[in-house]
């Protein structure tokens, strides 16, 4: 089935960590042997592994964060926010040149949308039933099925930020949207130059609500994930445009400020969001003690709660979708314990379905309420 995955931070992974995503995961996992470090030799991510879970299309990020004393959360990162700039060109150029080999394609338009969607679709069809002697397939079997190639078409990728540190000014967003940037987050862990994050509480500042403005003049979408408290509030009365969350999970189920209650996620519902459920562990279980807790603990039948959850608040499949941050500065010791690779997401659907989610839903949930989502967005 179709993935869409609204949270991928893949040239991070490739220029951060140094990892060939173009390796077998087994292989990419080798080359970190011996490194130290958080999520070495631990990732869950490459591109032959998105091809084996169907990942055909996902927002790939670009985060690059600017340290600010007093800052909790946010204490790390560059010094200014020209540098950190340069730092996200980077990583676009990294994306510029996976597309120069084929493997992946900017989205910047609900035509381009389309097309990736379209070569995605007739990739993983079935095929039709063989006409000339021999032994045919059974019933609904699938080209894809194990053991078999997986589609060699290009991902689509709609550019995202993970804060925005890297823009430099409200006035600057014009340029970042010549280069294909379409979805902007505002802030990340702390306090940023535009709001209060994840870990802070309280609003915008006067530059949040600029570039919100310049937002809505472009028609950017708003990535809400990660704001405050108050700060979401606000974002959500002063911007306009299309909002979405890319990988957010249900404070009802996971107490914690970096979850959205109810309220919330009501709010996001009418205004017509997708809101995407991430993998990371302390995001899943309520009494998660980071280096402590086993991943054997959680299984991604929790992870299909969150799901399962906001279908129950918006009664209906329409709004629920996957927002894995896989290798999101983990890897699988902090993922549940049934999932060794982003290629199984494809166990989602049918856990959904074993929930009594139609077919329909279920495919809904996986990428089409994104593909939905951002032909409107993308549309102008």
């Known amino acids: ?45 490459t591109f032959p592994e998105m091809r084996r879970g169907h990942v ?55 035509a381009d949308l389309a097309g990736a969607v379209g070569t995605w679709e007739t990739a993983l069809a079935p095929s039709p039933t063989p006409q000339a002697s021999g032994p045919a397939p059974g019933a609904g079997e699938d080209r894809l099925s194990p053991g078999t190639p997986e589609p060699d078409v290009p991902f689509g990728f709609i550019l995202g930020t993970e804060g925005a540190d890297c823009i430099v000014s409200p006035s600057q967003l014009s340029l970042w949207w010549e280069d294909g940037l379409r979805v902007v987050s505002l802030v990340h862990y702390g306090i940023s130059k535009y709001a209060h994050g994840t870990g802070a509480d309280g609003p915008l500042t006067a530059d949040g609500r600029d570039l919100l403005q310049a937002m809505d003049e472009l028609g950017a979408v708003l990535d809400i994930t990660h704001q405050s408290d108050v700060s979401f509030w606000e974002s959500l009365e002063r911007f306009k445009g299309p909002v979405l969350a890319s990988h957010q999970n249900c404070r009802a ?3 914690g400020g970096r979850q959205m209650d109810d309220d919330q ?23 998660y003690v980071r280096g402590e807790t086993p ?43 049934d999932l060794n690779s982003i290629a199984d ?24 309420n994104v593909v939905r989502f951002f032909q409107g967005a993308l549309a102008g």
């Open 253 to 255: 189920l996971v107490p």
């Open 295 to 337: 991943n054997t603990a959680i299984a991604l039948e929790t992870y299909v709660d969150h799901i399962d959850h906001v279908c129950q608040l918006a009664g209906n499949a329409r709004h629920a979708a996957v927002g894995s941050d896989l290798d999101g500065g983990y890897g699988y010791e902090q993922t549940p314990h």
């Open 345 to 368: 997401l494809q166990k989602v659907p049918a856990m959904l379905a074993a929930r009594g989610y139609s077919d329909a839903d279920v495919a809904d949930v996986m990428s089409g």
């Open 1 to 45: 089935m179709l993935t869409f995955d609204l949270h991928l931070d893949l040239a991070m992974n490739a220029m951060q960590y140094n990892r060939d995503l173009t390796l077998p995961l087994s292989a990419c996992r080798a080359s970190e042997a011996g490194i130290e470090g958080k999520s070495r030799g631990h990732n869950t991510v």
């Open 56 to 110: 055909g299309l996902c927002i790939a990020t670009v985060l690059a964060r600017v340290q600010r004393s007093g800052s909790p959360g946010a204490t790390t990162g560059f010094r200014t926010h020209e540098i950190a700039y340069a730092v996200a060109q980077g990583m676009l150029a990294y994306y510029r040149q996976l597309e120069r080999m084929g493997i992946s394609r900017l989205i910047h338009t609900a």
């Open 265 to 287: 996620l009501r709010a996001l519902i009418q205004r017509g969001a997708v809101i995407g459920a991430a993998l990371d562990n302390w995001m899943l279980y309520p009494e």
